[in-house]
C-alpha cells in the first residue's frame, strides 16, 4: 500500500512540476528528474579560472589564438582527474593583481613571489618551472661585454608591467623612468622588434621568448648576442587568491601528480630548451 501512495505523492509532484515547466521551457525534462527516471547529476566539475597574461613562452598569442605553456597546461590539469574544471581567463601583467583580488580568476598559474605579491592575501603553490631573463643585444664588432658590463648605462628595452632585478623588481613605470634609462614597450614581441630595429642597444627578454622567436627564424641566432650571465634567474610558482575554487594543498597534489607523470617536463623542455645564459 505504501508504494502506491510513494508512487501517487511522486506523481503529483511531477505535475506540478510540468504546470512550472511549461511556463518555463522545460517540460520535458523535469517530470522525468522528479520521478527518477532522468538521473541528475551530482558531481559537476567545480570551475577553476587560471589568469594568464602574455609571458615569455607561457603565454602568447599565434594567429590571435592563446598558444604556450599556460593552455596546454590546463588541459593537462583536466585530463588528469575530473573534480575541477581549469579555465583560461585572459589578463594582463598590470592587471593580474587586481584581477586575482577582485574573483576575476582564482589562480595565476606561473608568477614569482618576488613580483609584488608580498602585501596581497595570496599564496605560493610549490614551485612549477624556473626561467631566466637575459641580457640581449645585436651582434657588431664591439665587444659584447663590455656593453654587458655597464648596461645601466645604455637604454635598455623592457616590458610594461615586468620585475626586473636591476630595479629591484619594482615595476612601477614612474620608478622606471625617473631612475633608469627605460624604453618601456607593451610585450617581449615589442621588445624583440625595437631590438632589432636599433631602438635601444640592449634588452631584457625572457629564455623562453627567444627559444620561441629562435625556433621559427634560426637565422637571427647570428644577429644576437647574449650576456655571459642571466639577467635573473627565479622560481615560477601559481599563485592562489584566498577564496580560490581550489586549494592550495589539492592543488599542490594535482602538480605533483602531473609533473609525477613526466608529461610536464616534456611540455617545458619542447618549449624551452637551453639558451646562451
Not at 99 to 114: A, E, I, Q, T, Y
Amino acid at each position: 500500500m505504501w508504494v502506491i501512495v510513494e508512487i501517487r505523492e511522486k506523481a503529483l509532484v511531477a505535475i506540478r512540476f510540468l504546470h512550472h515547466a511549461a511556463l518555463t521551457g522545460f517540460a520535458a525534462i523535469l517530470p522525468l528528474m522528479v520521478l527518477g527516471i532522468l538521473p541528475v547529476k551530482a558531481n559537476e566539475p567545480v570551475q577553476v579560472k587560471v589568469g594568464a597574461y602574455e609571458y615569455s613562452d607561457i603565454f602568447f598569442y599565434d594567429n590571435d589564438q592563446p598558444n604556450g605553456v599556460v593552455p596546454k597546461l590546463i588541459k593537462l590539469l583536466n585530463d588528469f582527474q575530473e573534480n575541477y574544471e581549469f579555465r583560461l581567463a585572459e589578463t594582463s601583467s598590470r592587471r593580474r593583481y587586481e584581477g586575482l583580488m577582485n574573483g576575476d580568476f582564482d589562480l595565476v598559474l606561473f608568477d614569482s613571489p618576488k613580483w609584488e605579491w608580498h602585501e596581497l592575501d595570496v599564496q605560493f603553490s610549490d614551485t612549477l618551472l624556473v626561467e631566466s631573463d637575459l641580457y640581449v643585444a645585436l651582434a657588431s664588432g664591439e665587444d659584447p661585454e663590455a656593453l654587458f658590463s655597464d648596461v645601466l648605462s645604455y637604454p635598455i628595452l623592457c616590458v610594461l608591467g615586468f620585475h626586473y632585478s636591476f630595479a629591484d623588481f619594482n615595476a612601477d613605470p614612474a620608478f622606471l623612468e625617473a631612475n633608469y634609462d627605460v624604453l618601456l614597450r607593451y610585450n617581449e614581441e615589442d621588445v624583440f622588434d625595437g631590438l632589432l630595429a636599433g631602438e635601444a642597444p640592449v634588452g631584457v627578454i625572457s629564455a623562453g621568448f627567444l627559444t620561441t622567436k629562435l625556433n621559427q627564424q634560426p637565422e637571427l641566432s647570428e644577429k644576437l648576442v647574449f650576456a655571459v650571465m642571466p639577467h635573473a634567474r627565479y622560481d615560477l610558482v601559481s599563485v592562489l587568491s584566498s577564496n580560490s575554487a581550489i586549494t592550495l594543498e589539492q592543488f599542490n597534489q594535482l602538480i605533483a601528480k602531473v609533473k609525477d607523470s613526466g608529461v610536464a617536463d616534456h611540455l617545458w623542455q619542447h618549449h624551452h630548451p637551453d639558451l646562451p645564459g
